[in-house]
Nanobody, 122 residues
Framework: QVQLQESGPGLVKPSQTLSLTCTVS??????????WSWIRQPPGKGLEWMGA???????YYSPSLKSRTSISRDTSKDQFTLQLSSVIPEDTAVYYC??????????????WGQGTQVTVSS
């Protein structure tokens, strides 16, 4: 059974860089053909896909966030990391990591982390 766990600081000051790590257990982040995503949910709003890193290391980003977003991975630890630079208070949200698998021609989020609250405030 695959499990995902987010970790990182819960409070980040404006203009700084938010950094979160997702640790995967029960599976390898290099296994064909899975993709590993970051999604966030601001208070009172819907889910927003931020980006993903694939089994081969390719990265994909939301157009609205790509200028500030970087996703990387450490295959030896089965971890992938989100970095969001120049944060503003509107970046306050619950941040999730999740696995995506392609099923019948579309991506399915089959495993999720529990989410971690990140607050941007001075």
């Amino acid at each position: 059974q695959v499990q995902l766990q987010e970790s990182g600081p819960g409070l980040v000051k404006p203009s700084q860089t938010l950094s979160l790590t997702c640790t995967v257990s029960g599976g390898s982040i290099t296994t064909n053909y899975y993709y590993w995503s970051w999604i966030r949910q601001p208070p009172g709003k819907g889910l927003e896909w931020m980006g993903a890193i694939g089994y081969s290391g390719s990265t994909y980003y939301s157009p609205s966030l790509k200028s500030r977003t970087s996703i990387s991975r450490d295959t030896s630890k089965d971890q992938f990391t989100l970095q969001l630079s120049s944060v503003i208070p509107e970046d306050t949200a619950v941040y999730y990591c999740a696995r995506v698998t392609v099923v019948a021609g579309w991506g399915e989020y089959d495993y999720w982390g529990q989410g971690t609250q990140v607050t941007v405030s001075s």
